[in-house]
């Protein structure tokens, strides 16, 4: 059974930082690419950041310069690193494994505001 568990959302002051994990179990996740996507209230769900399982890394405009993703094969974590938060990534952030088929946490919220 595959599970991604996601943790670290929380409330955070504009200018603020949170770090996001996600903890895969049931995939060989050496042979996923694993990805952080998110959706606000009244929005569509969007990408945020994507990491190959080379390492290789994309992000959404909004976020470059201030998020990086990373992964952790020996623990099977993908992590979200989020600097000089703003109150538009307010949302509840998803984890994504991709593959042949595609996996989803059960989301995150983040909350930015003063």
């Known amino acids: 059974q595959v599970q991604l568990v996601e943790s670290g959302g929380g409330l955070v002051q504009p200018g603020g930082s949170l770090r996001l994990s996600c903890a895969a179990s049931?995939?060989?996740?050496?042979?996923?690419?694993m990805a952080w996507y998110r959706q606000a209230p009244g929005k569509e769900r969007e990408l945020v950041a994507i990491i190959t399982s080379g390492g290789s890394t994309n992000y959404a405009d909004s976020v470059k310069g201030r998020f990086t993703i990373s992964r952790d094969s020996a623990k099977k974590t993908v992590y979200l690193q989020m600097n000089s938060l703003k109150p538009e990534d307010t949302a509840v952030y998803y984890c994504n494994a991709q593959r042949l088929s595609q996996f989803w946490g059960q989301g995150t919220q983040v909350t930015v505001s003063s």
């Open positions: 049931g995939i060989i996740f050496n042979m996923y690419v």
